[in-house]
């Protein structure tokens, strides 16, 4: 397993954990079940871990893939600032989930707005996941870039006409 496969199997759980963190809380929210917020705030902590582990790898995984053809410096360079603000946003999302994990089991009225301000804050962090996300499947997903429709209507044009 080389660098750039290593940054490939862990950079998708930073994007999953807050997903799945989302689905919980709100389940959450509406049965009113502290179970089920103390484990939505787990997993968005395990997501700010598996953030660290994705930015730790992405070094190695540029250095692996930036001689081969067809592999933009500027699509890696925007993949990486997107990478580090959903990071930020994601060690973020983690150390208010720690707070509120802590405070869940200490009746604090701040207690109480923890699971709406997670809910935004993971809402926030989720569209930077996006964004890190698309910028990083651009770099060896052509079809992924703008303007891949309009080519491909171009090209699929001429294979009409063939007929």
Do not use: C, W
Not at 85 to 113: C, P, Q, W
Not at 130 to 155: D, L, W, Y
Request: charged share 15%; proline share 2%; no cysteine.
């Amino acid at each position: 397993m080389n660098n750039a496969h290593l940054h490939l199997v862990v950079n998708h759980l930073p994007i999953i954990f807050p997903i799945v963190g989302v689905i919980i809380l709100l389940i959450a929210i509406f049965t009113k079940s502290d179970v089920s917020k103390r484990n939505a705030y787990i997993v968005f902590i395990l997501g700010a871990v598996a953030s660290v582990a994705a930015m730790a790898t992405g070094e190695g995984a540029e250095d692996a893939i930036e001689n081969i053809q067809g592999v933009s410096e500027n699509l890696m360079h925007r993949h990486e600032e997107a990478a580090e603000i959903f990071a930020g946003m994601s060690y973020f999302l983690g150390a208010v989930s720690l707070l509120g994990f802590l405070t869940s089991y200490r009746n604090f009225s701040l207690d109480k707005l923890m699971p709406v301000t997670i809910l935004i804050v993971a809402g926030v962090s989720l569209y930077f996941a996006q964004e890190g996300g698309r910028t990083g499947g651009e770099i060896r997903h052509t079809e992924m870039r703008s303007g891949a429709n309009i080519q491909n209507a171009v090209e699929n044009s001429g294979e009409d006409q063939d007929d």
